[in-house]
């Protein structure tokens, strides 16, 4: 499985737009890139899923250069509602459901 | 409506006090793991299981035990529970094949081992 770095926190204010980046440099052919968000003394919940390009969906998008070798979850106009851990998980769709490894997650406050 | 739903949320016990901590879902999901999650450390894969009977070891599966008799069950087994174990556990479900939705996760079980 492909290990996966990313910015231990953020902060935003109410009405921004929160990119977060998640390295992968060994990511592998088949691998899709899954980010997850988590309230505190809750499961994950998922996000958005990608393989490359731009994904996007009604709550996020998700951007994926050429290389693959990192990915960028776009959260437009954040509320305060928005203030969890964000974790992206790298895998195969099947392997993502089997073996799985988390890495530590970015925390974002968002600020009134 | 569709969830994975483990028993106990919450639970106090003593060390060597063997305890089972239950997870079933109702999606007919192919795949189920079982994390925990410690402050500063993230969720960390304990065991997961691909069908009924087939089960393997996460990242840290010392002290625990796992079993997948049926589908929608995956009971996760502590037999001599130590305060090392004490965590926050979740249980999560996927279908196999992948979706748009990989893993449901259930809403968590706090352990306390004194």
């Not at chain 2, 969720?43 to 010392?62: A, C």
């Not at chain 2, 995956?74 to 996927?94: G, K, R």
Request: net charge positive; with cysteine; hydrophobic share 30%.
């Amino acid at each position: 499985l492909a290990k996966t770095t990313q910015p231990i926190s953020m902060d935003s204010y109410e009405g921004q737009e929160v990119n977060i980046t998640c390295s992968h440099n060994n990511i592998a052919t088949n691998d899709y890139i899954t980010w997850y968000q988590q309230f505190p003394s809750q499961g994950p919940r998922f996000i958005i899923q990608g393989y490359k390009t731009k994904v996007t969906n009604e709550v996020a998008s998700l951007f994926i250069p050429a290389d693959r070798k990192s990915s960028t979850l776009s959260l437009p106009r954040v509320s305060l509602s928005d203030t969890a851990v964000y974790y992206c998980l790298v895998g195969q769709r099947e392997t993502n459901a089997g073996k799985s490894t988390f890495g530590d997650g970015t925390t974002l406050t968002v600020k009134p | 409506e569709a969830q994975v739903t483990q028993n106990p949320r919450y639970l106090i016990t003593v060390t060597g006090k063997k305890l089972t901590v239950t997870c079933s879902q109702n999606m007919n999901h192919e795949y189920m793991s079982w994390y925990r999650q410690d402050p500063g450390l993230g969720l960390r894969q304990i065991y997961y299981s691909m069908n009924v009977e087939v089960t393997d070891k996460g990242d840290v599966p010392e002290g625990y035990k796992v079993s997948r008799k049926e589908k929608r069950n995956f009971p996760l087994i502590l037999e001599s529970p130590s305060p090392n174990q004490t965590s926050l556990y979740f249980c999560a479900s996927t279908p196999l094949g992948g979706s748009n939705q990989p893993q449901h996760f259930g809403d968590g079980t706090r352990l306390s081992i004194l």
